[in-house]
């Protein structure tokens, strides 16, 4: 598998099990609780473990603030750093994609508390 896909999955699993927890143990999910704070700093480090080595194999030189951006801000950075590093055309094919991870981990979210509330309540 490559990077993009294990980052992929990493966020899939952190999307998924998280909100299922939450709700498994706590019985709700909170938008901006302890949960959603936790779910939201698991997915730094497989989306810049991409943007690195995706830079990398651009030969992008991206500068500090980028770097930071991505950790901090990544649906500001990112689009920025597509279109920096792909150009115009396929940057913007980039971000579609990247629009549609966001979808997809929305889902999965969703999906998670579902399956939180289908459980069984722990004894």
Known sequence: MSVTGWALAALAAVSLVLPM??????GQVEELGKWAL??????????????????????????????????????????????RSRGWKRGALSIAKGIAVV???T?????????????????
Request: positive net charge; charged residues 10%.
């Open 38 to 83: 936790a779910q939201n700093l698991l997915s730094i480090p497989p989306i810049f473990w991409w943007y690195h080595v995706d830079k990398a194999k651009r030969n992008y030189r991206a500068g500090p603030l980028m770097n930071a951006g991505v950790v901090a801000l990544p649906l500001l950075a990112l689009p920025i750093y597509f279109i």
């Open 107 to 123: 889902l999965l979210g969703e999906a998670g508390e579902w399956l939180g509330k289908a459980l069984p309540l722990p004894a």
């Open 103 to 105: 979808a997809a981990i």
């Open 21 to 26: 927890l939450e709700m498994y143990f706590t």
